[in-house]
């Protein structure tokens, strides 16, 4: 059936699909940032212009579909399929296969994605993802000077610096906006263009993305480190994902796919929480069509005491559903243990043995809790920058070896 809808000239579309079929129009619609329904449209324009059959596509246990469809056409795609004897759902499945078709998403994604996550607070997670950030941007020169002064052999030396000089987006996806504060810089806003209203109304923006990034000063990053800065509202954004006409689990994808082009990696500091703003998290760092196993995932920091090994649990759980629920791959790049102090004894040293024991996902490194890092956030300095070759940076360069050899 065919019911007008009053915001605008179109009509919806209400039918079915099969499950994958339409699983793979969505991903494919937020790879190439189009509205599933011009998708749909663009299909269906290509399925009534075709002369010869298509293959019929096998519809059994197809689920509900809807769209939006401009005025009329709704109609003359039914007149279509009545002519052309087949049933709607039929004819729809084709069109959408024609789509996918002839909008292919290209053999690799453009940037590699990271995501760094835990929904427990208080782990690092900011930290994390800054120094990764910074380490895979440091120039190679810069690497090699400070692996070669904390004592490593050339070669060591020269394997670290392999994973520099990269360009790299660093995202502030966390609503507290702790790593916007960290490096200087003031939340958006609220009512100004920010990652939260190119999630939710893209439609209305009128700026792109990539004008919203800043550049992270130091000659140590050659001005390939950007960062996103948070949004003063994105503590709205899981209500206002609850009410997102799109699917609500590519909303991240759907915003940054059109800046992945200017980017080799896009690291992101995700909320500690587990609602909808960090399903679309995670679904961001899924392995896409084409792209190798373990080029993009997550990286989740843990601390070396029992809670932290409870949270773990529960962030798993999510990633499962999540894969269950969209039949995708979430790669678990690594975990990195953060704030390490062996002076805490027992408890202390057997949780980092425990963590290192899963063996999958291994350990990357293990950040010890010392003073640079906070010096660093109160000089509102990027780590690496402000101490260069203290233990913490090092391990920050040891996480971006282990990310660049998955």
Known sequence: ?????????????????????????????????????????????????????????????????????????????????????????????????LWLAHNPAGEEPVARRIVVCNQKGGVGKTSVAAGLAQALAEGEEHILKAALAAGLTKKDA???????????????????????????????????ESLVTHMLHREQTQHPLLDLTVPIDGERFGGRLHILPAAFDAFLLDSGLTMFRGPRHAALERALAPIEEHFDVIVIDSPPSLGLAMDAGIYYGRQRDGEKPDASGLIIPVEAE????????????????????YDIQIGQLGLVINKYDSRRGYIATSSRDKWKSLGTPPVLAI?????????????????????PNSEQSQAMRQIAKGVKLT
């Open 1 to 97: 059936m065919a019911t007008p809808n009053s915001a605008a000239d179109r009509e919806k579309l209400v039918s079915k699909l099969p499950a994958a079929l339409k699983q793979s129009l969505k991903v494919r619609a937020a790879q190439l940032s189009t509205d599933v329904q011009d998708a749909v449209a663009a299909g269906i324009h290509a399925w009534r212009a075709r002369v010869e059959p298509m293959p019929t596509i096998d519809t059994a246990g197809a689920e509900s579909f809807g769209t939006y469809l401009p005025e009329g056409l709704y109609d003359e795609f039914k007149q279509d399929c009545r002519d052309r004897d087949v049933s709607y759902i039929q004819g729809l499945a084709q069109s959408v296969a």
């Open 367 to 387: 950040v010890s809790d010392l003073k640079e890092q906070r010096e660093a956030v109160r000089m509102q300095r990027s780590l690496l920058d402000y101490s």
């Open 306 to 325: 029992d809670t932290s090994a409870q949270a773990y649990g529960m962030l798993i759980s999510q990633i499962d559903s999540l894969a269950r629920d």
């Open 158 to 192: 020269k394997e670290l610096a392999e994973a520099g000089g990269l360009r790299v987006l660093l995202v502030d996806y966390d609503p507290q906006g702790h790593l916007s504060h960290q490096l200087g810089l003031k939340a958006i806003p609220a009512g100004e």
